[in-house]
């Protein structure tokens, strides 16, 4: 199915521990985004990138990191995570021509 | 810098009436585009809306409206007949001229519906 996706939807991991979040479009969109939503700052950049192997950092990349070899893969990893990870992870797509953005389901994650 | 105000933490109203949420911009692009999300309980992010910043007349779709006016910097949103379905946090959301820059979220409004 055409769309955008995000795996896992739910983890659980303990400080120290290195995870990656994934995110998979099926539209070939150049720009992709990575969110986080904590309670009280709603929705904040991660990284986001405007095409393979171009990415930027967002307001609040520090303990993060992403790649992007190929278009439709933009996953996030978090080397070492901390506690204040912990949040929901919202991945985003969009195209140059409709100026549209299209959010996967997100992932939550907690750091314990 | 650009940024998005919604001063409206949190608002409760009794299932029919009628609501408006606030959404306040800052930027210094004179093209950019303005969006609204939902958010209902299940946690996805619905788009409602995207504005560019050349269109100032108002929008109507079913029980939903938007204002956007310039002068002030303002894009509110409004639910006439409210339901209880329309419980949600609403996100207001700027982006520069390109379109496909990154979005700029306000914090969100949090909007229960009572019964």
């Known amino acids: 199915d055409a769309g955008i996706t995000q795996s896992p939807r739910y983890k659980i991991t303990e400080t120290g521990r290195q995870v990656t979040l994934m995110c998979h479009q099926t539209w070939s969109h150049s720009y992709m985004f990575w969110y986080r939503q904590d309670l009280g700052h709603g929705l904040r950049l991660i990284y986001y990138?405007?095409?393979?192997?171009?990415?930027d950092k967002g307001e609040v990349p520090d303990g993060y990191v992403v790649s992007r070899s190929k278009t439709e893969n933009f996953p996030l990893t978090l080397e070492s995570a901390t506690r204040s990870q912990t949040s929901v992870y919202f991945c985003a797509s969009s195209d140059r021509g409709t100026y549209g953005y299209t959010f996967g389901s997100g992932t939550r994650l907690t750091v314990v | 810098a650009q940024k998005v105000t919604q001063a409206q933490t949190e608002i409760s109203v009794v299932e029919k009436e009628d609501v408006t949420l606030d959404c306040v911009y800052e930027?210094?692009?004179?093209?950019?585009?303005l969006f609204w999300y939902k958010q209902p309980p299940s946690g996805e992010l619905v788009f409602l809306i995207r504005r560019n910043s050349f269109d100032e007349q108002n929008e109507i779709s079913g029980r939903y409206s938007w204002n956007f006016q310039k002068s002030t910097s303002s894009f509110n949103f409004t639910i006439t007949a409210s339901q209880v379905v329309d419980s949600a946090v609403y996100f207001c959301?700027?982006?520069?001229?390109?379109?496909?820059?990154?979005?700029?979220f306000g914090k969100g409004t949090r909007l229960s519906v009572i019964a």
């Open positions: 990138s405007a095409a393979a192997d171009i990415t």
């Open positions: 930027t210094r692009d004179t093209t950019y585009y």
């Open positions: 959301a700027l982006s520069e001229a390109s379109g496909n820059t990154p979005l700029v």
